[in-house]
């Protein structure tokens, strides 16, 4: 079965750079959420996009934003990176909103030196 | 604000025996329960979803709720060691979307 598709797996930047990570979410799945996940935590989640609007929002940084595109992949942009943006970037989809099961991705592994 | 709680662990099992992992959510709204596996380093694994009172079954796995307890759990029946991993179980109310708890590190051992 198809999964979601995170694109890129790693990625290094250094601090002040910008990065863009990329979710593909499973066919027909039209909800998706990102969580980020530092060393030894649980995933914190940071926004989702339901049939290409802002759904919910956690605790994403003002540094950062994202859409969901009509072929309802999203893109999560980070700018000014800092040192403790290193962490895993999970994107994980759903076939809608209310309390359904979440897929999640492989992750973006992203390092800011 | 919404908290699930699990103990932290680790829960170190002798393979073949039954793991028993336990949650309590503090939101009397949630609705949707879940348990996620995950390994060091690697993505969530969906396992489980549970909506209603009662005990919900999938191979070895089983789920139960208690709303009136606020209290979920995951029994893993013949434990291998492929089974060691973090569970993280998840809940969620209506359109909100999923609180982790911190996860209960489970290990067994051969």
């Known amino acids: 079965a198809a999964g979601v598709i995170q694109s890129p797996r790693h990625l290094i930047k250094e601090k002040r750079e910008t990065a863009t990570l990329k979710c593909y979410p499973i066919p027909r799945h039209d909800t998706v959420y990102w969580y980020q996940q530092g060393p030894g935590q649980d995933p914190q989640f940071l926004i989702s996009?339901?049939?290409?609007?802002?759904?919910d929002k956690g605790s994403i940084p003002d540094r950062f934003s994202a859409q969901q595109f009509s072929d309802y992949h999203s893109e999560l942009n980070m700018s000014s990176l800092e040192l403790g943006d290193s962490a895993l970037y999970f994107c994980a989809s759903s076939p809608g909103l209310a309390g359904y099961e979440q897929y999640f991705g492989p992750g973006t592994r992203l390092t800011v030196t | 604000q919404k908290e699930v709680e699990q103990n932290s662990g680790p829960l170190s099992v002798p393979e073949g025996a039954i793991a028993s992992l336990n949650c309590t959510y503090s939101d009397r709204g949630s609705q949707s329960f879940f348990w996620y596996r995950q390994y060091s380093g690697k993505s969530p694994e969906l396992i489980m979803s549970?909506?209603?009172?009662g005990d919900k079954e999938d191979g070895r796995f089983t789920a139960q709720l208690n709303k009136a307890s606020q209290y979920v759990s995951l029994l893993i029946r013949d434990s291998q060691p492929s089974d060691s991993a973090t569970y993280l179980c998840?809940?969620?109310?209506?359109?909100?979307?999923?609180?982790f708890g911190k996860g209960t590190m489970l290990l067994v051992s051969p």
């Open positions: 996009f339901y049939e290409k609007m802002q759904s």
């Open positions: 549970i909506y209603s009172n």
């Open positions: 998840a809940a969620s109310s209506g359109y909100s979307t999923l609180t």
